[in-house]
Nanobody
């Protein structure tokens, strides 16, 4: 059974940094791609970033390029999203998800989700 558990969300001031984590079980990170998505109140869920099974391919939404970095540690079954220079517009529930592949241009199509972690950027 696939399971994804996010953690590390919280309240941070504008310009600050936060790292959120996604621990997976029921599969290994060299078998599926992993993506981060977010959803703010009243908006549709949007793709933020993804990383391929090999880790050699990543994708970022234009709104987070240069500020966010996705990485993973296969040995710990954990995927990270390092978020720097955070803005109030980054406030959302952040979800990790599983997909078959991560494309550097088009991102990832998810088929299984975690429960999400809240990130709030506010002074």
């Amino acid at each position: 059974q696939l399971e994804l558990v996010e953690s590390g969300g919280g309240l941070v001031q504008p310009g600050g940094s936060l790292r959120i984590s996604c621990v997976v079980s029921g599969f290994t990170l060299d078998y599926y791609a992993i993506g981060w998505f977010r959803q703010a109140p009243g908006t549709e869920r949007e793709g933020v970033s993804c990383i391929s099974r090999s880790g050699s391919i990543t994708n970022y939404a234009d709104s987070v390029k240069g500020r966010f970095t996705i990485s993973k540690t296969n040995a710990n079954n954990t995927v990270y999203l390092q978020m720097n220079s955070l803005e109030p517009e980054d406030s959302a529930v952040y979800y990790c998800a599983v997909g078959m592949a991560c494309d550097s241009q088009s991102g990832m199509r998810p088929f299984h989700w975690g429960q999400g972690t809240q990130v709030t950027v506010s002074s």
